[in-house]
């Protein structure tokens, strides 16, 4: 059997080609984890594809393709997809769109992988193997990454040196916490998912590298189970970077413990300044931190931070704008983000927004986090759309990088490469995100499919 897996490519990458290049860039662990858990029966000949990073070839010598597909890259998956079975060959479309919206998945796929796909995935090829496939394979309801026999994802079928790196690494699944606009509890449920740390620290080894990435949502969300782990880290000699709510703040013990164990730089979901719009968010609890001490804390004890921000919550209006960049300067946030609020579908915030005929397009291929798909309550779309990008070119203007690294206290390589890297990101956003505003919408035939026809079976295989 010859399987090829594929991760579209997304907004950032569909016109000149791309707008960050290998320098900015770590291997995905999705296709080569999937590689791995091709049962060995099958003998399969096995290729993966990154879009992102080079083209797929026009033809592919294959008899299976699976996609890998997030809300930005749909489009473009189902583009490939349909072509793909038209010139007669099988396609799977997996990942977090497709189990947001698997009705509509499957209108461009021979079968759909709903949920998390360590045990629906291999019954999908066997079942394929054996001339008997299904049109849906669900998640398992006692699904767990704590199993004896877990395979390591397959980094080496990726050519070396086609990414900045190849040692990233997952702990952890999903997160406790229910922002209104995130994905995870409503895609996977608000139980965290958690792999052995023996299998964790053996993955790590194998890998053999000294710097890392970890990619899990919220690593210090079970208490115990970070301190399991970070313990465990600090004989590697590792230095690492990974993600953390801002609650780490109130955890002195484990905030050093972070520290010993190699962490070198923290995104944090800071989301806002604001006290109001962090109710909109439900994210609430980020009111209990002092963001610039705990960014002060941060850096005494060496670590960087990438804070986050988004724009266009309830209570944001146009001075939003400033007001953000003004804290991110002040604060000395090592690297910035800004996004514009999305709503991605079947979350919370869409269906609000829906329900007060707010989303504005259901062109999936703008649910990127940087275009305007809905209307704000308190500014236009074109005041949401020029904020945001004005924000980003302030915030990296060469006076405001030497300004935040300088009350960073960090002169390092990588930090100064991350931030030339996201000037020019900044500055040529104008080329990438080319809507015009007003958004238009759509054909109806994206918004259709986000709920089950009155005939749609409940389970298609049981």
């Known amino acids: 059997m010859k399987i090829a897996l594929i991760s579209p490519k997304g907004p950032l990458y569909r016109a000149r080609g791309g707008i960050f290049k290998k320098s900015l860039r770590y291997q995905p662990l999705t296709l080569t984890t999937l590689a791995a858990l091709v049962p060995p029966e099958l003998a399969a000949?096995?290729?993966?594809?990154?879009?992102?990073?080079?083209?797929?070839?026009?033809?592919?010598?294959?008899?299976?393709?699976?996609?890998?597909?997030?809300?930005?890259?749909?489009?473009?998956?189902?583009?490939?997809?349909?072509?793909?079975?038209?010139?007669?060959?099988?396609?799977?479309?997996?990942?977090?769109?497709?189990?947001?919206?698997?009705?509509?998945?499957?209108?461009?796929?021979?079968?759909?992988?709903?949920g998390y796909a360590e045990d629906s995935w291999p019954e999908?090829?066997?079942?394929?193997?054996?001339?008997?496939?299904?049109?849906?394979?669900d998640q398992a309801p006692d699904f767990s990454l704590d199993r004896p026999a877990m395979p390591f994802a397959r980094r080496e079928l990726f050519a070396s040196g086609q990414?900045?790196?190849?040692?990233?690494?997952?702990?952890?699944?999903?997160?406790?916490?229910?922002?209104?606009?995130?994905?995870?509890?409503?895609?996977?449920?608000?139980?965290?998912?958690?792999?052995?740390?023996?299998?964790?620290?053996?993955?790590?080894?194998?890998?053999?590298?000294?710097?890392?990435?970890?990619?899990?949502?919220?690593?210090?969300?079970?208490?115990?189970y970070a301190r399991e782990l970070f313990t465990r880290l600090i004989p590697l000699g590792v230095q690492w970077f990974g993600l953390s709510t801002v609650l780490l703040a109130h955890d002195r013990e484990l905030l050093e413990l972070v520290a010993r164990s190699g962490c070198r730089g923290l995104l944090l979901g800071l989301e806002t300044v604001s006290p109001d719009s962090l109710k909109d968010a439900k994210k609430k609890f980020n009111e209990s931190v002092d963001f610039k001490r705990f960014v002060g804390d941060l850096h005494h004890l060496?670590?960087?931070?990438?804070?986050?921000?988004?724009?266009?919550?309830?209570?944001?209006?146009?001075?939003?704008?400033?007001?953000?960049?003004?804290?991110?300067?002040?604060?000395?946030?090592d690297l910035p983000r800004f996004a514009v609020l999305t709503p991605f579908p079947g979350t919370p915030l869409y269906t609000r927004l829906e329900s007060e005929g707010r989303i504005l397009t259901r062109d999936w291929e703008q649910y990127d986090g940087q275009h305007v798909v809905f209307q704000p309550r308190a500014m236009s779309v074109q005041q949401l759309a020029e904020g945001h990008?004005?924000?980003?070119?302030?915030?990296?203007?060469?006076?405001?990088?030497?300004?935040?690294?300088?009350?960073?206290?960090?002169?390092?390589?990588?930090?100064?490469?991350?931030?030339?890297?996201?000037?020019?990101?900044?500055h040529n956003l104008h080329r990438y995100y080319t809507c015009d505003w007003p958004i238009h919408t759509l054909p109806p035939l994206f918004g259709a499919a986000a709920q089950p026809a009155p005939d749609a079976p409940k389970t298609v295989c049981g």
Not at 201 to 215: A, M, N, S, T, W
């Open 389 to 426: 990008e004005r924000a980003w070119k302030q915030v990296y203007r060469w006076s405001a990088i030497a300004r935040r690294l300088w009350k960073a206290g960090n002169f390092q390589p990588l930090a100064l490469s991350a931030n030339l890297g996201y000037r020019f990101y900044a």
């Open 163 to 224: 990414f900045l790196t190849s040692a990233v690494f997952e702990a952890t699944r999903s997160c406790v916490h229910d922002c209104e606009f995130c994905v995870a509890p409503t895609a996977w449920g608000r139980k965290q998912y958690q792999k052995p740390v023996d299998w964790v620290i053996e993955d790590i080894r194998r890998v053999g590298q000294k710097k890392l990435i970890f990619v899990d949502l919220n690593l210090i969300s079970d208490r115990e």
């Open 124 to 137: 999908l090829l066997c079942d394929f193997a054996a001339g008997r496939l299904k049109a849906r394979y």
């Open 45 to 114: 000949q096995i290729e993966v594809y990154d879009e992102s990073n080079a083209p797929i070839p026009e033809t592919l010598d294959a008899d299976l393709i699976g996609i890998t597909v997030i809300t930005g890259t749909a489009v473009r998956a189902y583009e490939l997809a349909d072509a793909w079975r038209a010139a007669g060959k099988s396609v799977v479309l997996g990942g977090p769109h497709v189990t947001l919206l698997p009705f509509e998945a499957a209108q461009h796929a021979d079968a759909v992988c709903v």
């Open 302 to 333: 060496g670590i960087a931070v990438q804070g986050c921000f988004v724009f266009g919550l309830d209570h944001d209006t146009p001075e939003v704008f400033d007001t953000t960049v003004e804290f991110a300067i002040d604060a000395g946030v």
